[in-house]
T-cell receptor, first 115, second 116 residues
Framework: NAGVMQNPRHLVRRRGQEARLRCSPM?????VYWYRQLPEEGLKFMVY????????ESGMPKERFSAEFPKEGPSILRIQQVVRGDSAAYFC?????????????FGEGSWLTVV | AQSVTQLDSQVPVFEEAPVELRCNYS??????LFWYVQYPNQGLQLLLK??????LVKGINGFEAEFNKSQTSFHLRKPSVHISDTAEYFC??????????????FGRGTSLIVHP
């Protein structure tokens, strides 16, 4: 039973380019979460999605960032016109359902470096 | 709004010594508490979680944590650490948000460094 799969694991982009990070949840999981990890800052929640719906995007920057989770295929976190400050590890997590005390399962992360 | 404070950014300890990693939380409603471990360049793995019932929770790799409601704490302990326990440890809390979702909020993490 494959875990949460993220790709690419490492991505280098020049300032102004676009970054696309993909996440395939665990089999049977229909809820996806994206977190960003900056040095010395821990994990910050960005967005929570179900299939074809954004449920909570309270942690997403207002500009340049978007996320989707289509009916078919992986969830995508898209960062347009990247800047140096976007360099971070981006983690995707998934869960089978929403209920109290839900455990979310993490992928191994995508490390974005903006040069 | 929920929040998590991990009081120590780094905890150095010698092998086979006991360790406690501290976590305090704030939330206005019933909470669910988690500890995750992150090894270098990897994702987070669940160590243990508290939902209800006994306040002492046992997890994997010999770790345990105690929920203390009056002190709003959920400290992680291990009686004897190994070199392989060197990692980043994250405390997390979730409660019901508007809309019925339960999205964990994480602390900044504590780096456990085990010396031989």
């Amino acid at each position: 039973n494959a875990g949460v799969m993220q790709n690419p694991r490492h991505l280098v982009r020049r300032r102004g380019q676009e970054a696309r990070l993909r996440c395939s949840p665990m089999k049977g999981h229909s809820h996806v979460y994206w977190y960003r990890q900056l040095p010395e800052e821990g994990l910050k929640f960005m967005v929570y999605l179900q299939k074809e719906n954004i449920i909570d995007e309270s942690g997403m920057p207002k500009e340049r960032f978007s996320a989707e989770f289509p009916k078919e295929g992986p969830s995508i976190l898209r960062i347009q016109q990247v800047v140096r400050g976007d360099s971070a590890a981006y983690f995707c997590a998934s869960s089978p359902r929403i209920r109290a005390g839900n455990t979310i399962y993490f992928g191994e992360g995508s490390w974005l470096t903006v040069v | 709004a929920q929040s998590v404070t991990q009081l120590d950014s780094q905890v150095p300890v010698f092998e086979e010594a006991p360790v406690e990693l501290r976590c305090n939380y704030s939330s206005s409603v019933s909470v669910y508490l988690f500890w995750y471990v992150q090894y270098p360049n990897q994702g987070l793995q669940l160590l243990l979680k508290y939902l209800s019932g006994s306040t002492l929770v046992k997890g994997i790799n010999g770790f345990e944590a105690e929920f203390n409601k009056s002190q709003t704490s959920f400290h992680l302990r291990k009686p004897s650490v190994h070199i392989s326990d060197t990692a980043e440890y994250f405390c997390a809390v979730s409660d019901e948000r508007s809309g019925g979702s339960y999205i964990p909020t994480f602390g900044r993490g504590t780096s456990l460094i085990v010396h031989p």
